[in-house]
């Protein structure tokens, strides 16, 4: 690659994301700083000047950033981005972050566990040699620039909702699944893509958005999912789909009466629906929650929220046969009702309920081997 020191280039990278190896989707690369540095950059143009930009990045002591992430396009990675392309490799970020956070670890202390805030991006443009930095941020009516600063000058830490010692394993099946899904003009394409965009939102660990203001976004997830935005009874139309996604799943009754009126049969997924949406409407219409009427505690809500859009979006790309179910997505499904049940959402709670529900998976196909059907 010829360069020139008036030649403006731009690098976009997350400093908070640390990545075990490369990743390539639909022309874009996530590659680890400094370690594939030599792929994308083999005669070291770009090094002092990449080193330069990052170190304004501290960790939690204070010192730079020394592990991140890259997203760049494979021939030209260090390319003056034009809105489109900047525009598509943030779409591509939401993709992954989704297939990160997707595979977390919950009610296990020091198990990878991400939110949307370790993948903070920046597009950073740059000139060679060029030794100043001028950040763009947005405001309400318009942007403002931010110039007159050194790299380095400015210093911006991680924050406390990044820490930790895991590298992102993204699970690259569902990323190509949510790309190849996301380039169609279907509804069900809108409807993910909106979906994982009020996901994010709800799931940055940030201190300034309140856990009622997260169950909001998460209910509008669901909607977006579920397609339900134009229904006057969002509640009764989620409750009656979501359990549809989870046919030939494992699942489990309950004759528990739900908030909803209903003394009737039904699983466990739907009890939660109706008590989520109840809680989501009270904290938007301002109405009075008695927490001693719910069998989960808003906390749980939240939990069980994540893991059931996830697995949700899971269902939904397999029904559409872009997407293969691994064997931790089928326990994921087959334990949700199990896991629900009577609330108490402890580790070992969910520890075992995939266990159990492996275990009886196995056995209805041992029986279904030994008595086919006739």
């Given at each position: 690659?010829?360069t020139h020191?008036?030649?403006?280039?731009t690098?976009?990278?997350?400093?908070?994301?640390?990545?075990?190896?490369?990743?390539?989707?639909?022309?874009?690369?996530?590659?680890?700083?400094?370690?594939?540095?030599?792929?994308?950059?083999?005669?070291?143009?770009?090094?002092?000047?990449?080193?330069l930009?990052?170190?304004?990045?501290?960790?939690?002591?204070?010192?730079?950033?020394?592990?991140?992430?890259?997203?760049?396009?494979?021939n030209?990675p260090?390319?003056?981005?034009?809105?489109?392309?900047?525009?598509?490799?943030?779409?591509?970020?939401?993709?992954?972050?989704?297939?990160v956070i997707?595979?977390n670890?919950?009610?296990r202390?020091?198990?990878?566990?991400f939110?949307?805030?370790?993948?903070?991006?920046?597009?950073?443009?740059?000139q060679?040699?060029?030794k100043?930095?001028?950040?763009?941020?947005?405001?309400?009516?318009?942007?403002?620039?931010?110039?007159?600063?050194?790299?380095?000058?400015?210093?911006?830490?991680?924050?406390?909702?990044?820490?930790?010692?895991?590298?992102?394993?993204?699970?690259?099946?569902?990323?190509?699944?949510?790309?190849?899904?996301?380039?169609?003009?279907?509804?069900?394409?809108?409807?993910?893509?909106?979906?994982?965009?009020?996901?994010?939102?709800?799931?940055?660990?940030?201190?300034?958005v309140?856990?009622?203001?997260?169950?909001?976004?998460?209910?509008?997830?669901?909607?977006?999912?579920?397609?339900?935005?134009?229904?006057?009874?969002?509640k009764?139309?989620?409750?009656?789909?979501?359990p549809?996604?989870?046919?030939?799943?494992?699942?489990k009754?309950?004759?528990?009466?739900?908030l909803?009126?209903?003394?009737?049969?039904?699983?466990?997924?739907i009890?939660?629906?109706d008590?989520?949406?109840?809680?989501?409407?009270?904290?938007?219409?301002?109405?009075k929650?008695?927490?001693?009427?719910?069998?989960w505690?808003?906390?749980?809500?939240?939990?069980?929220a994540?893991?059931?859009?996830q697995?949700?979006?899971?269902?939904?790309l397999?029904?559409?046969g872009?997407?293969?179910?691994?064997?931790?997505?089928?326990a994921?499904?087959?334990?949700?009702?199990?896991?629900?049940a009577?609330?108490?959402?402890?580790e070992?709670?969910?520890?075992?309920?995939?266990?159990?529900?492996?275990?009886?998976?196995?056995?209805?196909?041992?029986?279904?081997?030994l008595?086919?059907k006739?």
């Amino acid at each position: 690659m010829t360069t020139h020191a008036n030649t403006p280039y731009t690098v976009t990278f997350l400093p908070w994301l640390r990545l075990q190896e490369s990743i390539e989707t639909n022309g874009v690369v996530f590659w680890p700083f400094p370690l594939e540095a030599k792929k994308f950059d083999p005669g070291k143009q770009f090094k002092d000047q990449l080193q330069l930009v990052f170190r304004s990045y501290k960790d939690q002591t204070g010192k730079p950033i020394d592990k991140l992430t890259v997203a760049s396009f494979r021939n030209h990675p260090f390319k003056h981005l034009t809105s489109e392309e900047a525009e598509l490799i943030t779409e591509l970020v939401r993709l992954l972050v989704f297939s990160v956070i997707a595979e977390n670890q919950y009610y296990r202390q020091g198990g990878a566990y991400f939110n949307s805030t370790h993948f903070q991006h920046i597009h950073q443009r740059f000139q060679l040699g060029s030794k100043y930095v001028a950040p763009h941020t947005r405001r309400r009516d318009g942007s403002i620039l931010h110039g007159g600063y050194k790299h380095g000058e400015l210093k911006f830490s991680i924050p406390l909702q990044a820490w930790g010692r895991h590298d992102a394993r993204p699970n690259t099946t569902l990323l190509h699944s949510l790309v190849a899904l996301s380039n169609q003009t279907t509804n069900d394409a809108a409807a993910i893509r909106q979906a994982i965009d009020w996901f994010l939102l709800a799931n940055s660990d940030a201190e300034y958005v309140s856990e009622q203001t997260e169950v909001i976004l998460m209910g509008s997830a669901f909607e977006a999912l579920f397609q339900v935005q134009d229904i006057q009874e969002k509640k009764a139309a989620l409750m009656n789909r979501l359990p549809k996604l989870f046919v030939g799943c494992l699942s489990k009754k309950t004759k528990k009466a739900g908030l909803d009126g209903s003394k009737g049969m039904r699983s466990w997924k739907i009890l939660w629906m109706d008590e989520f949406y109840w809680l989501r409407s009270k904290i938007v219409h301002g109405g009075k929650i008695n927490s001693a009427r719910m069998i989960w505690s808003l906390k749980e809500h939240l939990t069980i929220a994540a893991i059931i859009l996830q697995i949700s979006v899971k269902l939904i790309l397999a029904e559409k046969g872009c997407y293969s179910l691994s064997s931790d997505d089928e326990a994921c499904a087959d334990g949700i009702d199990h896991f629900l049940a009577n609330g108490k959402l402890p580790e070992s709670k969910l520890l075992k309920t995939r266990r159990n529900v492996r275990l009886d998976r196995a056995a209805q196909s041992a029986w279904a081997t030994l008595h086919p059907k006739k």
